[in-house]
Nanobody
Framework: VQLQASGGGLEQAGGSLRLSCAASGRSFSYYYMGWFRQAPGKEREFVAAIGWTSGNTYYADSVEGRFTISRDKNTVYLQMKSLKPEDTAVYYC???????????????WGQGTQVTVSS
């Protein structure tokens, strides 16, 4: 199983970025795909998740209304708008059966992609 995250970069506050997570190696039916992030000196935190089959979505309060998670074929996307400096972090995609906000319960992880938002 492989989750390949991409799309990070440097953006100004108020700008947009789209992250992608390409999934391969197994069927992800009934899996939830999640995005997490970890800023320097901080704990990893839940950002958003989507049910691969159901399409149900969940968001952290801090990104609700600014970030949108979606999926298409074998890729999950995180569209990030109205970026803030506090969104700066390494972003990771992950997968597990059923929904959870707890990163430790996810079975599969991709490598991180750096997002830096300048003020």
């Amino acid at each position: 199983v492989q989750l390949q995250a991409s799309g990070g970069g440097l953006e100004q506050a108020g700008g947009s970025l789209r992250l992608s997570c390409a999934a391969s190696g197994r069927s992800f039916s009934y899996y939830y795909m999640g995005w997490f992030r970890q800023a320097p000196g901080k704990e990893r935190e839940f950002v958003a998740a989507i049910g691969w089959t159901s399409g149900n979505t969940y968001y952290a309060d801090s990104v609700e209304g600014r970030f949108t998670i979606s999926r298409d074929k074998n890729t999950v996307y995180l569209q990030m708008k109205s970026l803030k400096p506090e969104d700066t972090a390494v972003y990771y995609c992950a997968a597990r059966l059923g929904f959870s906000k707890l990163g430790d319960t996810y079975d599969y992880w991709g490598q991180g992609t750096q997002v830096t938002v300048s003020s």
